[in-house]
């Protein structure tokens, strides 16, 4: 498959234990955020989103938090699983400016079974 | 419902050289976005079409464009690649534009089309 071959901060968990994966965003000004997920030799896909109006969104086995104060966004995914295994992006739009987004360097989240 | 096309999966060109990808969102979509992913600098936004119109665009220079034809598929172009231009390059549709829906629409992303430039 396609590698994208970044050199990633990478965090390694136990399968069945909680991964928490952390972004810092910088423009005070972003008012909607995006996480996404990609496999080797795949595109990225979206995981959840979290408008600047919360700071807490759940979905399935995943939820988001957002802290303006500090500008930092994380995913927190439940129980991961082998198939979590990929890189995880966090994504901002400013002004909710058609679809131009901000991607964030990434995390390659690694789960051991 | 088939998926975010593109072609040619991979590609190699020399510097220099000029190359189009090509992008098919899925059916019914109108909004197209392009992106450069590099080791260095990760995912960089390149533009958005939407309905034939590009809405918006990033920071690359004008050997960068892109077009959208009526039947949404989408174009970019690179005029007199260089060596830095060697990336993944990931085309992205969603049901509309972000800006004129007024609310927050999933963008699918498609696999990518590797270029290389020797």
């Known amino acids: 498959g396609e590698s994208v071959g970044l050199h990633l901060p990478t965090l390694s968990v136990q399968e069945g234990d909680n991964s928490i994966i952390n972004c810092a965003y910088s423009n005070s000004a972003s008012d909607y955020f995006i996480w996404y997920k990609q496999e080797s030799g795949k595109g990225p896909q979206f995981i959840i989103d979290?408008?600047?109006?919360?700071d807490k969104r759940q979905g399935q086995r995943v939820t988001v938090l957002l802290n303006k104060t500090v500008k930092h966004l994380s995913l927190q995914i439940a129980a991961t699983q082998p198939g979590d295994s990929a890189v995880y992006f966090c994504a901002e739009n400013i002004g909710y400016n058609f679809n131009k987004f901000y991607f964030g360097s990434g995390t390659k989240l690694n789960v051991k079974p | 419902k088939a998926g975010v096309t593109q072609t040619p999966r991979y590609l190699i060109k020399t510097r220099g050289q000029q190359v189009t990808l090509s992008c098919s969102p899925i059916s019914g979509h109108r909004s197209v976005s392009w992106y450069q992913q590099t080791p260095g600098q990760g995912l960089q936004f390149l533009f958005e079409?939407?309905?034939?119109?590009?809405?918006n665009k990033g920071n690359f220079p004008g050997r960068f464009s892109g077009r959208q034809f009526s039947n949404s598929r989408s174009e970019m172009n690179v005029s007199t690649l260089e060596l830095g231009d060697s990336a993944l390059y990931l085309c992205?549709?969603?049901?509309?534009?972000?800006?004129?829906?007024?609310?927050?629409?999933?963008?699918?992303f498609g696999p990518g089309t590797r270029l290389t430039v020797l």
């Open positions: 979290i408008r600047s109006n919360m």
């Open positions: 079409y939407f309905s034939e119109t590009q809405r």
């Open positions: 992205a549709s969603s049901l509309m534009s972000i800006g004129t829906s007024g609310r927050a629409v999933e963008q699918f």
